[in-house]
């Protein structure tokens, strides 16, 4: 292995965990999906332009590979909590402290049910706080596809959630 990339991986593996639990919903999968990425974030480390920036580089494989892996279940896998257990661990992966765990149930249920393609865009959006440009980038999408699937997954998370404006 490149040793020059051993900083890159203690620095944003946390990180890297989060997006992988908020895409996936599911422990074992989003666990697949980390050690996918970084393998080939390993293989092609000599691509990366340390101009630019890493993390950045980083969550467009791993949105690449979690595209992969939805393509090897039909597109229509819908991942869902299979125990109390694995829910817990997705919200203690995208939420710091238990106090606010409870208070995100409802937004992180909301989450689980959407398309992927809608669950991409608001995780990258909001929990990883990437502009409309970058998430183009990263998905590899227009950005006025990217400003229609956050339309799309804000108003199919309201009414999930029943608020109104």
Same mark, same amino acid.
Request: net charge positive; glycine share 2%.
């Given at each position: 292995?490149?040793?020059?990339?051993?900083?890159?991986?203690?620095?944003?593996?946390?990180?890297?965990?989060?997006?992988?639990?908020?895409?996936?919903?599911?422990?074992?999968?989003?666990?697949?999906?980390?050690?996918?990425?970084?393998?080939?974030?390993?293989?092609?480390?000599?691509?990366?332009?340390?101009?630019?920036?890493?993390?950045?580089?980083?969550?467009?494989?791993?949105?690449?590979?979690?595209?992969?892996?939805?393509?090897?279940?039909?597109?229509?896998?819908?991942?869902?909590?299979?125990?109390?257990?694995?829910?817990?661990?997705?919200?203690?992966?995208?939420?710091? /402290?238990?106090? +606010?765990?409870?208070?995100?149930?409802? $937004? &992180?249920? #909301?989450?689980?049910?959407? =398309?992927? %393609?809608?669950?991409?865009?608001?995780?990258?959006?909001?929990?990883?706080?990437?502009?409309?440009?970058?998430?183009?980038?990263?998905? /590899?999408?227009? +950005?006025?596809?990217?400003?229609?699937? $956050? &339309?799309? #997954?804000?108003?199919?998370? =309201?009414? %999930?959630?029943?608020?109104?404006?």
């Amino acid at each position: 292995m490149n040793r020059k990339i051993i900083p890159y991986i203690n620095e944003y593996s946390l990180s890297l965990t989060k997006l992988c639990n908020s895409l996936c919903n599911n422990s074992y999968d989003a666990q697949d999906l980390f050690q996918s990425t970084w393998e080939k974030a390993i293989k092609n480390f000599k691509r990366y332009d340390p101009k630019k920036s890493f993390e950045k580089w980083l969550f467009t494989i791993c949105v690449n590979t979690y595209r992969d892996m939805l393509k090897r279940f039909d597109n229509k896998k819908v991942l869902r909590f299979n125990t109390t257990e694995e829910k817990e661990r997705f919200l203690g992966g995208v939420v710091d /402290s238990s106090s +606010e765990k409870d208070d995100y149930i409802a $937004l &992180h249920t #909301a989450l689980s049910n959407l =398309k992927p %393609e809608y669950r991409e865009v608001i995780v990258l959006y909001y929990f990883k706080d990437y502009p409309i440009k970058e998430l183009a980038s990263i998905l /590899s999408i227009p +950005e006025g596809t990217v400003k229609s699937r $956050l &339309h799309v #997954a804000r108003e199919q998370m =309201k009414k %999930e959630m029943s608020i109104d404006e």
